[in-house]
Every structure is written in structure tokens, then in C-alpha cells.
């Protein structure tokens, strides 16, 4: 086997919390016997050969901060062999003898694209909130991300509660209902919609179904109703739901989009944080 001196690693696509934790164990590992280098901008710095060593001074006290300080990016490029073509050829001249890509399922595409033409190491760690990765149960991120849903929901909670109000949530995980699925079931909310469990082809059941439940829930609790909805799933997002409810139901209900904050974790900069410029 190929004795491995150089190790470059770039993060990929969507950020998750947890990447630098990964980065910073890496570093650590490897920072005695193995040089990494690290490719900004995700695949974007491999093709055009933005790098820079990273050394144990640059991952000191970065384990409790979101984001990456490697940066990520999508890349168009990776989807083309001439991209692919030059990224291999970066790796070559760099004398890179092994690839860790930290991302989800395009990351590990464009790793996949590389190791065929190319002749080092490829390792992909599952870097993703959305979990929807085949051969993992939780990927790097999900649960941090599921912890922040769950602070907000309960938050929201509280001025649900003060006006007995309904409110339609939508929660992160492009088309994998297990954010919303397990935030649902960790903050208590009335109704989970998810990939998993709703047909959304049966429009007319689906609002039906929902207002009956809060109409009940109403009647025996007179308290909140909390509708947890996973990102993509209803085909005029939850704007089209709160609508339907009220067009065809006349229930009345708040929305909230959680968003990017689920991919977020302590923006606080330690003493020993180092910026890579």
C-alpha cells in the first residue's frame, strides 16, 4: 500500500454543524506524520488550485463553531469531465495521495467522478443535516440541526400558546422528511408532515384530515396546534397550506420558516481562532 504524506480534504455543498469539529479531528490525527491541505470553497478550490496547509494552530478552538473554516460551495464544474479532468489534475500536482470530501450526495458524486480517473485514497465523510444518506444513521450535522428546530419550536410554542393559535412550521431536509419527523416528535407538535407520512397527491384528504385534528384539539385542550412540515413537501409550501386551511376549512394559521438557522451552531469566536485569508 501507498504510504500516504499528503492528505487534502475540502468541504462540500450545503454547511453543516460539525464540519469544523471534522476538520479539527483530521488536523489532529493526522498534523504529526501527514501534511492536509485544504481546498476552499469546496470543489471550486480544487479546480482552480485555492489551498492552504492547514496546521494545528488553525483548527484551536474551532470545535464549537458552525460553519467551515475551509469554506463550501455547490460547483456546475464537477458535473462536467473537464472539471473533473481538473481537479485530478490539482491533486497530481500537489501530490495529494488521498481526498476527504465532507458533504452529502453531490459531494460524494463528484468524489466518485475523481477516483475514476484518478489513482490516490478517496474517503467521503457524511456531512449533511438532511440525513439522507444510504449507510449511516446519523450524518455529520442532523442532530445539531434537529437540537436548533428544537429550541425555536419551543419558543414558538410559547406565543402559540399565549393566543391558542395554529402554526405551520417548515423545517430543512430538501426531500427527506427525518428533520421534521424527529423535531415533530422531540418538541410535541399536533401534526408531523413528512416524505414519509403524507401522500401530497390527496390535497383535499391531507387539509381535511389536519383541520378536523386541530378542530378536536381545539374543542378538548383549547391550547395550540403545532403542524411540523418537512421543506418541499407541499407542492405551494406552506404559504399554499396555510391557504388551503383557511379557503376551505375558514382555520386561520401563522407560518414559520426555520430555514438556513438550522445549519447554524455557536457563532461565538474563542480566543486562539484563526482566520484562513
Not at 144 to 147: F, M, R, W
Not at 266 to 277: A, D
Given at each position: 500500500?501507498?504510504?500516504v ?27 504529526n ?10 470543489y ?46 490539482t491533486l ?35 456531512g ?15 442532530l445539531?440541526?434537529?437540537?436548533t ?13 399565549a ?6 412550521i ?9 428533520i ?9 407538535a ?9 401522500d ?10 389536519l ?9 378538548s ?9 418537512a ?10 397550506l ?18 438556513h438557522?438550522?445549519?447554524?451552531a ?12
Open positions: 500500500m501507498k504510504y504524506q499528503r492528505v487534502g480534504l475540502l468541504t462540500s455543498g450545503g454547511d453543516a454543524p460539525g464540519m469544523n469539529a471534522a476538520i479539527r479531528a483530521i488536523v489532529l490525527a493526522l498534523g506524520d501527514v501534511e492536509v491541505i485544504g481546498y476552499r470553497h469546496g471550486n478550490g480544487l479546480i482552480n488550485s485555492e489551498s492552504v496547509k492547514l496546521e494545528k494552530i488553525h483548527v484551536d478552538n474551532i470545535i464549537h463553531l458552525g460553519g467551515t473554516i475551509i469554506k463550501s460551495a455547490r460547483c456546475k464544474e464537477m458535473l462536467e469531465e473537464q472539471g473533473v479532468s481538473q481537479a485530478v489534475t497530481i500536482k500537489d501530490k495529494i495521495d488521498a481526498l476527504i470530501v465532507i458533504g452529502g450526495d453531490g459531494s460524494f458524486t463528484g468524489l466518485m467522478a475523481i477516483e475514476k480517473q484518478w489513482d490516490g485514497l478517496v474517503i467521503g465523510l457524511p449533511t443535516i438532511d440525513n439522507d444518506l444510504d449507510g449511516t444513521d446519523n450524518t455529520i450535522g442532523f445539531s440541526a434537529v437540537n428546530a428544537i429550541d425555536a419550536i419551543d419558543k414558538i410554542r410559547d406565543t402559540a400558546d393566543f391558542d393559535r395554529v402554526f405551520i417548515e423545517l430543512m431536509g430538501r426531500h427527506s422528511g427525518h421534521a419527523f424527529n423535531v415533530g416528535l422531540a418538541s410535541g399536533e401534526a408531523i408532515l413528512s416524505f414519509e407520512n403524507t401530497t397527491t390527496q390535497h383535499e384528504q391531507v387539509v381535511s384530515l383541520a378536523k385534528q386541530i378542530r378536536e384539539h381545539q374543542v385542550c383549547q391550547n395550540s396546534f403545532l403542524i411540523c412540515v421543506e418541499n413537501l407541499w407542492p405551494t409550501g406552506i404559504s399554499g396555510k391557504a388551503a386551511l383557511n379557503q376551505y376549512q375558514h382555520i386561520d394559521a401563522s407560518t414559520c420558516i426555520l430555514g438557522i438550522q445549519r447554524g455557536r457563532h461565538v469566536q474563542p480566543i486562539g481562532y484563526w482566520q484562513l485569508n
